[in-house]
């Protein structure tokens, strides 16, 4: 289900991806130009996406290709990559920290990496920041963002994205947050 849009950044996130070596499919090209659908205002068509793909099916992919958009093109604040465990969390954020490296102009660009366990970040010269972490109340205490993804979002409880709901009420300082849930589906018996 996709809402109607004006205009996409779609083609301008994959091509984004494509630089830094990160190839999609035609599916995950299609949720990319879907997702990143504008308004005649500007403003995103779909403020919330949800995306529920099988285990090792490529979602990831499409969080690395919106994230890094989101960073270097877009020039979103701040963006939040929430996982239900840190391992994932910190897996992203080693996927995301190698496709930057990758890409001089990208890499350049970088002012601060925070490798610690449960707090890494990647921080530009131009005060852009992307957090991994799990989804705890104090990761997000003050902070305002862009956008917020739920990676396993089949294990994400209404406490959980209460904790980050305050800081998408203040808005960012675009006013246009986009909200990803991705996950795998679960079994309903376990």
């Known amino acids: ?9 779609g083609d301008e996130a994959v091509a984004c991806a494509e630089l830094a070596g990160l190839i999609l499919d035609d599916w995950q090209r299609f949720v990319l130009e879907s997702a990143l ?19 090792q099916n490529g979602k990831n992919s ?22 239900h465990l840190q391992t994932t969390a910190s897996e992203q954020f080693r996927r995301i920290r190698a496709l930057i490296a990758g890409i001089p102009e990208f890499e350049s660009r970088v002012a ?3 490798r ?29 963002f862009d956008l917020v993804v739920y990676d396993e979002a089949m294990h994400l ?3 959980e994205r209460s904790s980050v709901t305050p800081t998408l009420a203040a808005l ?12 795998s589906a679960v079994d309903q018996l376990n």
């Open 172 to 183: 960012s300082l675009h006013g246009n947050v986009q909200t990803w849930y991705t996950g």
């Open 37 to 55: 659908g504008e308004r005649a205002d500007g403003k995103w068509s779909a403020a919330t996406v949800g995306l529920c793909v099988g285990r």
């Open 157 to 159: 409880s209404e406490h």
């Open 112 to 114: 601060k990496v925070n």
């Open 1 to 9: 289900n996709v809402p109607d849009y004006r205009t996409s950044s």
């Open 62 to 83: 499409i969080l690395e290709a919106r994230e890094l958009f989101g960073l270097f093109v877009l020039g979103e604040r701040t963006i939040l990559h929430t996982a």
């Open 116 to 144: 610690g366990k449960g707090t890494e970040s990647i921080e530009l010269i131009t005060g852009q920041r992307i957090f991994f972490t799990t989804r705890t109340a104090s990761v997000v205490r003050g902070q305002t």
